[in-house]
């Protein structure tokens, strides 16, 4: 069968397109076309505020390899003339950021677990257990969370040095505890309120006690949003600067929050490149802890606004 043949065959055999098809054809191809142009604001939004957000990291990363006479006499925005690794040495020998990233570790991690393993234990009472004024203790919380915390400081001030905790770390581990409580609790109990109780009077039919109930049962099943707790609480604690100051008397106590602002080198000049470098070790290292657990804190955001 010849070229001349086959194409003479498909004629016959493929049926033309109606008016009415040929219309509606044609009509398709505007429609995508306007869907394809409607998509591109959207797609230059996301454009710009993935550049805004980026772009930050970069140029403190690119920064941190720069020596001194470049942040001095070039361009802010110039890029590194050679990987400078002495600045992340500098920073964390000359700079004590050992030091410091130690001591943030004392004070933020204690604190943590003591918010964490109250904050549970306050929701699971206030939301799981029947007793009476429980509405009213969980009123209180809600005033806790009201409170600011710059009023709170310098009573504290005055408790922590009469009472000889002043040149220690607790002072920060009992504030941050204080001032974590209140929201951990709140949100805590939103999340056992999305358990259903015939898992608990299961449990208690079966023999189980209240606190082995909380730690079999009610424990694990909020587990999202004790991460969630946690990774927000640990922003909040390991960037605190204004409670870290106050309650910080001697270089040998400071956190990282506070070694970078008294971050300087020889005859109080600052040193750009180590800076930048001290920056680095505390944006980056909060960044993969973040990254890593990225999936938990979605599941446990939206674990506490499903009932059953």
């Not at 358990?195 to 039919?205: C, D, K, M």
């Not at 204004?242 to 929050?257: D, E, G, H, K, V």
Request: charged share 10%.
């Amino acid at each position: 069968m010849t070229t001349s043949t086959l194409a003479e065959h498909a004629e016959r055999t493929v049926p033309p397109l109606s008016p009415s098809g040929r219309r509606r054809l044609g009509s398709r191809r505007p429609g995508r076309i306007r869907a394809k142009l409607a998509k591109i604001p959207l797609n230059l939004a996301v454009v710009f505020i993935l550049v805004i957000t980026v772009y930050p990291l970069i140029w403190l990363l690119l920064s941190s390899f720069k020596t001194n006479d470049e942040f001095v006499n070039g361009s802010v925005f110039a890029l590194p003339e050679t990987l400078n690794w002495q600045n992340y040495i500098d920073a964390w020998t000359t700079g004590n950021m050992g030091q410091y990233l130690s001591n943030s570790v004392l004070a933020v991690f204690p604190a943590l677990a003591l918010i964490i393993l109250l904050g549970t234990a306050a929701g699971f009472a206030l939301e799981v257990m029947v007793w009476k004024g429980r509405n009213g203790v969980l009123l209180a919380f809600l005033v806790g969370i009201m409170v600011p915390g710059q009023m709170i400081l310098l009573p504290l001030f005055t408790v922590y040095f009469q009472t000889g905790l002043s040149g220690s770390l607790w002072p920060l581990i009992i504030t941050y505890t204080g001032i974590g409580l209140p929201l951990t609790t709140f949100m805590m109990a939103t999340f056992f309120r999305s358990i259903p109780r015939e898992v608990f009077e299961a449990s208690t039919l079966d023999g189980a006690s209240i606190i082995r109930s909380f730690f079999t049962i009610g424990f694990p099943m909020v587990r999202n949003g004790i991460f969630t707790i946690a990774l927000v609480q640990f922003f909040f604690i390991w960037n605190d600067l204004l409670i870290a100051l106050t309650f910080t008397n001697s270089s040998a106590l400071r956190t990282i929050q506070v070694g970078l602002l008294n971050f300087t080198g020889e005859y109080g000049a600052t040193q750009y490149g180590p800076l930048f470098a001290a920056i680095c070790i505390n944006v980056f290292g909060t960044l993969v802890i973040y990254l890593a657990l990225n999936q938990r804190v979605m599941k446990g955001l939206t674990a506490g606004s499903v009932k059953g």
